[in-house]
């Protein structure tokens, strides 16, 4: 059995109350069911920037790698330019 606090049980009532669930039970299942998936995909999130940054580590090992100020330079600019198309 799951106990549950106050504010929790009055959640679940809520969601029934709105027809979106039949009962506890739907409502229980859908939230793990939501966990699982955000689970998996901060998993599939940490995989992705550490292939980034490997990449980005080969990069650098290879001499490609960039001035990391001339770089933000840059976006500021771009940055600027948009922000001075969209005024006038």
């Not at 979106?20 to 689970?39: C, I, K, P, Q």
């Amino acid at each position: 059995m799951i106990q549950l606090t106050p504010e929790l049980e009055r959640q679940i009532g809520e969601m029934m109350r709105s027809g979106g669930y039949n009962s506890a039970d739907e409502v229980v299942r859908e939230a793990l069911r939501l966990m699982d998936e955000r689970d998996r995909l901060l998993a599939l999130c940490k995989r992705e920037t550490a292939e980034k940054i490997a990449v980005g580590l080969e990069s650098l090992r290879a001499g490609k790698g960039r001035d990391g100020e001339a770089v933000f330079d840059r976006i500021e600019r771009e940055l600027t330019d948009l922000e001075g198309n969209h005024t006038g």
